[in-house]
């Protein structure tokens, strides 16, 4: 783990899922949020990730490059005025007015535009930095969507917020088809009793032994019944053998 050359796997397997103008990148802070403790991972702003830096890499002995730095530089389309991804307007929900019964009011309002991360899907908005797979970027675009509409009928952030709204939804097309012709694979191997069945589905698509496209039944009925290579990540039985889940349904 700790090894050179597998910081360098690990660091070229991390980065290299992230496809500039491609990519979305969600910004997030945990506790002690103006919203109070009980939000512990609140969405502050999504856009897409428009350039990734190279990799750096500590002084190693004699001046040889060293280590791989995990700190990576990107650069993300989010700005104040623009429409290519959005910060969710807090601040402006927060900011006093000058009357407190406006005030109190707003600050009613705000929870409306909350965006929390779903509870399970802490572990994802935690580390500092993670990768989000298809289904949790699709949940949490769903969530900023609604609350850019509430925005938008609050009226009290000034913005192109109708634009943001048709970006989000572009994304979420896009999304949603990353997630797949056949996105409850995983799920459905688990119900058989598959060990990590999502992880398989996962390590799939991105061998290529299936297309985000194709229908997996054949590719994952010939693995389970021992007629195919099977993928690292498919679960053993008990004694080393392949667990016996039947037929893959059609």
């Known amino acids: 783990m700790f090894g ?8 070229k397997l991390f980065f290299g899922r992230l496809v500039p103008e491609k990519s979305l990148v969600f910004f997030y802070c945990k506790e002690g949020n103006p919203l109070g403790d009980s939000i512990t991972r609140l969405i502050v702003g999504v856009g ?11 002084e190693g002995d004699g001046g040889k490059p060293g280590y791989p730095m995990w700190d990576r530089a990107f650069r993300h389309s989010i ?20 009357d407190p019964i406006e005030d109190a009011r707003r600050l009613d309002l705000l929870r409306e535009i909350a965006v929390p991360a779903d509870h399970s899907h802490v572990r994802v908005f935690s ?36 634009r943001r709204e048709e970006w989000l939804n572009t ?23 598959v060990r990590l069945g999502t992880a398989l589905s996962l390590e799939l698509i991105a061998s290529g032994a299936v297309h985000r496209e194709a229908d997996p039944w054949p590719t994952v009925d010939g693995s389970l019944r ?18 016996n889940v039947g037929e893959a349904p059609r």
């Open 127 to 162: 580390y500092a930095a993670e990768l989000a797979p298809p289904d949790i970027a699709l949940s949490s675009l769903v969530r900023c969507l609604e609350a850019v509409r509430v925005i938008r009928r609050h009226g009290i952030a000034k913005g192109p917020w109708e």
């Open 48 to 58: 897409r990730i428009t350039g990734v830096d190279t990799v750096r890499h500590y």
């Open 4 to 11: 050179r050359a597998r910081q360098e796997a690990l660091v």
């Open 171 to 193: 994304q979420i097309a896009s999304v949603w088809k990353d997630r797949g012709a056949f996105p409850g694979l995983g799920s459905t191997l688990e119900a058989f009793g």
């Open 226 to 243: 021992g007629k195919k290579a099977r993928p690292a990540c498919l679960c053993s039985g008990p004694q080393g053998g392949a667990r």
């Open 79 to 98: 700005r104040p005025d623009g429409e290519d991804g959005f910060l969710i307007p807090y601040h402006d929900y927060l900011e006093p007015t000058g």
